[in-house]
């Protein structure tokens, strides 16, 4: 997400949270009718081509549905089961499989990336060297800022061909041989590069790539047939400027380079993104028998700096919510997504829209409040 929009994000996320117009109670109509009648006025309002929504709630209810074309000046609709990029919600499903490695001692939240990475010690900068899995996963790792790209190191990334593993080892040097921005610890600094070289680290300790970690870990374990990484097959991004969309066919070149995919490069169906949403639903609620331990998940939602800043996740309170929230927002700036997550109405709430921009943030965050409307 770029620097503009996500800070656009923070000042105005929740705002539509429980405004939207009355749309008949649950009862007088289907849910899924409910549902498909909030997008469609939504995706209208808003102008978006194509708008996504998922309530779900932590008994096992799920109700999804899309709404749109496939690209601006189509006509073919898209369904329900269509993937949406997530963009920077992927760092929550990065932090979740990593917290998978801990646990089963691979990898530790205290490992620094000199341990990880012995055979570059000469490369890496004094100052990075004592830097920790949780500092990157947490922000807090001396990275800069880097939510406008990198004018070095961005067009290099366009030009790797070798495998992901070797394209990210690659990353962590030219990342970690500058100084750091700040001492590691001292501060949170939003740095996509962070889960960049949270993942290469784990794709270091146990020699597999991070697509196939992730798949292993949490997306065949969860039953997430849809996922795939970078841009969605079928369903066009596009880019707002001057009141339009403008479609861009799915292709390597729709997403951000391949190399930076754990901070931010999953698709899925809503379907599929709820079945993690659930997960950490649970979690938050302390339950037992699920894919990490209730330690592990307080370890995720935990924010012992009170920077608003967990593991992967945004930690607010919200009235509607009835207390403390996490939600995350994600955007290639060709797509946008958003998730909210209330423990205390044991209720998560999704939207995505194929475009970028700050109109595809209202139209999200418009849809997740008549999605609290309707279902809480």
Same mark, same amino acid.
């Given at each position: 997400?770029?620097?503009?929009?996500?800070?656009?994000?923070?000042?105005?996320?929740?705002?539509?949270?429980?405004?939207?117009?009355?749309?008949?109670?649950?009862?007088?109509?289907?849910?899924?009718?409910?549902?498909?009648?909030?997008?469609?006025?939504?995706?209208?309002?808003?102008?978006?081509?194509?708008?996504?929504?998922?309530?779900?709630?932590?008994?096992?209810?799920?109700?999804?549905?899309?709404?749109?074309?496939?690209?601006?000046?189509?006509?073919?609709?898209?369904?329900?089961?269509?993937?949406? /990029?997530?963009?920077?919600?992927?760092?929550?499903?990065?932090?979740?499989?990593?917290?998978?490695?801990?646990?089963?001692?691979?990898?530790?939240?205290?490992?620094?990336?000199?341990?990880?990475?012995?055979?570059?010690?000469?490369?890496?900068?004094?100052?990075?060297?004592?830097?920790?899995?949780?500092?990157?996963?947490?922000?807090?790792?001396?990275?800069?800022?880097?939510?406008?790209?990198?004018?070095?190191?961005?067009?290099?990334?366009?030009?790797?061909?070798?495998?992901?593993?070797?394209?990210?080892?690659?990353?962590?040097?030219?990342?970690?041989?500058?100084?750091?921005?700040?001492?590691?610890?001292?501060?949170?600094?939003?740095?996509?590069?962070?889960?960049?070289?949270?993942?290469?680290?784990?794709?270091?300790?146990?020699?597999?790539?991070?697509?196939?970690?992730?798949?292993?870990?949490?997306?065949?374990?969860?039953?997430?047939?849809?996922?795939?990484?970078?841009?969605?097959?079928?369903?066009?991004?596009?880019?707002?400027?001057?009141?339009?969309?403008?479609?861009?066919?799915?292709?390597?070149?729709?997403?951000?380079?391949?190399?930076?995919?754990?901070?931010?490069?999953? /698709?899925?169906?809503?379907?599929?993104?709820?079945?993690?949403?659930?997960?950490?639903?649970?979690?938050?609620?302390?339950?037992?028998?699920?894919?990490?331990?209730?330690?592990?998940?307080?370890?995720? /939602?935990?924010?012992?700096?009170?920077?608003?800043?967990?593991?992967?996740?945004?930690?607010?309170?919200?009235?509607?919510?009835?207390?403390?929230?996490?939600?995350?927002?994600?955007?290639?700036?060709?797509?946008?997504?958003?998730?909210?997550?209330?423990?205390?109405?044991?209720?998560?709430?999704?939207?995505?829209?194929?475009?970028?921009?700050?109109?595809?943030?209202?139209?999200?965050?418009?849809?997740?409040?008549?999605?609290?409307?309707?279902?809480?």
């Amino acid at each position: 997400m770029n620097r503009r929009l996500f800070l656009f994000w923070l000042a105005n996320m929740g705002l539509g949270a429980g405004q939207g117009a009355k749309l008949g109670k649950v009862g007088e109509k289907k849910p899924d009718r409910l549902l498909r009648d909030a997008l469609t006025a939504t995706r209208q309002k808003h102008g978006v081509p194509a708008l996504a929504g998922a309530f779900a709630s932590g008994d096992g209810t799920v109700i999804y549905d899309a709404v749109g074309v496939y690209r601006v000046g189509g006509k073919e609709s898209v369904s329900r089961d269509d993937a949406f /990029h997530l963009g920077s919600c992927t760092k929550a499903m990065t932090a979740t499989m990593l917290a998978r490695l801990v646990e089963r001692k691979v990898l530790a939240w205290e490992t620094t990336v000199a341990e990880a990475f012995p055979d570059l010690q000469d490369r890496l900068h004094p100052k990075f060297r004592q830097a920790t899995l949780y500092h990157f996963l947490a922000h807090r790792s001396g990275l800069p800022d880097d939510r406008k790209p990198d004018a070095v190191i961005f067009p290099r990334l366009r030009r790797l061909t070798e495998p992901m593993r070797e394209q990210r080892r690659r990353v962590v040097g030219w990342l970690l041989s500058r100084p750091p921005a700040y001492p590691p610890g001292e501060k949170m600094v939003y740095a996509n590069a962070g889960y960049v070289v949270a993942a290469a680290m784990a794709e270091a300790v146990t020699g597999r790539s991070w697509e196939e970690l992730m798949s292993a870990e949490l997306f065949k374990p969860l039953g997430m047939e849809s996922v795939g990484f970078g841009a969605p097959p079928k369903v066009y991004g596009h880019y707002h400027s001057w009141r339009q969309c403008r479609p861009i066919a799915p292709s390597p070149e729709a997403d951000n380079p391949p190399a930076l995919a754990p901070a931010g490069g999953v /698709h899925c169906s809503l379907n599929d993104w709820a079945r993690f949403a659930l997960l950490h639903l649970k979690g938050a609620r302390g339950e037992q028998g699920l894919l990490l331990k209730p330690e592990t998940f307080r370890k995720l /939602h935990d924010d012992p700096f009170q920077q608003g800043y967990a593991l992967g996740w945004l930690v607010v309170k919200r009235s509607w919510a009835k207390g403390v929230a996490f939600t995350h927002a994600g955007s290639n700036t060709l797509w946008f997504a958003v998730i909210w997550l209330a423990p205390n109405r044991n209720a998560a709430f999704l939207a995505a829209a194929n475009c970028g921009g700050e109109h595809a943030f209202r139209a999200c965050d418009d849809a997740i409040g008549r999605m609290i409307e309707l279902f809480l």
